[in-house]
T-cell receptor, first 117, second 112 residues
Framework: GAVVSQHPSWVICKSGTSVKIECRSLDFQATTMFWYRQFPKQSLMLMATSNEGSKATYEQGVEKDKFLINHASLTLSTLTVTSAHPEDSSFYIC?????????????FGPGTRLTVT | QKEVEQNSGPLSVPEGAIASLNCTYSDRGSQSFFWYRQYSGKSPELIMSIYSNGDKEDGRFTAQLNKASQYVSLLIRDSQPSDSATYLCAVNGGGGADGLTFGKGTHLIIQP
């Protein structure tokens, strides 16, 4: 168990357009999901925390109007990169937190590689 | 500002030997600690979680936590070439409410 999927796995878009990335927990319910970004040769950086049925919490320096997060159900969170620019090109990875038994393990999706031209 | 420090490596270990990976963290209030393995171009895969002081063993992996020293380690016994990857140490606050703060990772190379 603890499988998380992401779609699409890679996307190329033109500067100024918007891209939506979906994150699904396939075999468990996740009240909390997280969105991370990883630039080449760097570690993962938390962008925002997505809570089912409420507004996302964004990390300092992450523009909430640019990175729109929606967590409409216990198994789906979406990240929309609006008005994308080349500097938004990165590896976007979501995780879902499985709780129970005192554990707070996060399981990651396979990631979405975004290239903005 | 929460920080997680790891030696970036590369750490080269002969096949069959024990690989020892270390991590320190700055936030003394941290409650949950994780080791992830990341292959190049892929997303992280959870290897171990540890929440209390001491050792936790799972197969060839042993995680060690010392909250007083703010130190977490991962031992990999009988190292295999397939263990070659970047190992990320990750920490979060109490209750798991926060997202993870990651170290930059240690690049491990298992030499056949």
């Amino acid at each position: 168990g603890a499988v998380v999927s992401q779609h699409p796995s890679w996307v190329i878009c033109k500067s100024g357009t918007s891209v939506k990335i979906e994150c699904r927990s396939l075999d468990f319910q996740a009240t909390t999901m997280f969105w991370y970004r990883q630039f080449p040769k760097q570690s993962l950086m938390l962008m925002a925390t997505s809570n089912e049925g409420s507004k996302a919490t964004y990390e300092q320096g992450v523009e909430k109007d640019k990175f729109l997060i929606n967590h409409a159900s216990l198994t789906l969170s979406t990240l929309t990169v609006t008005s994308a620019h080349p500097e938004d090109s990165s590896f976007y990875i979501c995780s879902a937190r499985r709780t129970g038994g005192g554990a707070y393990e996060q399981y990651f999706g396979p990631g979405t590689r975004l290239t903005v031209t | 500002q929460k920080e997680v420090e790891q030696n970036s490596g590369p750490l080269s270990v002969p096949e069959g030997a024990i690989a020892s990976l270390n991590c320190t963290y700055s936030d003394r209030g941290s409650q949950s600690f994780f080791w992830y393995r990341q292959y190049s171009g892929k997303s992280p895969e959870l290897i171990m979680s540890i929440y209390s002081n001491g050792d936790k063993e799972d197969g060839r992996f042993t995680a060690q936590l010392n909250k007083a020293s703010q130190y977490v380690s991962l031992l990999i016994r009988d190292s295999q070439p397939s263990d070659s990857a970047t190992y990320l140490c990750a920490v979060n606050g109490g209750g798991g409410a926060d997202g993870l703060t990651f170290g930059k990772g240690t690049h491990l190379i298992i030499q056949p």
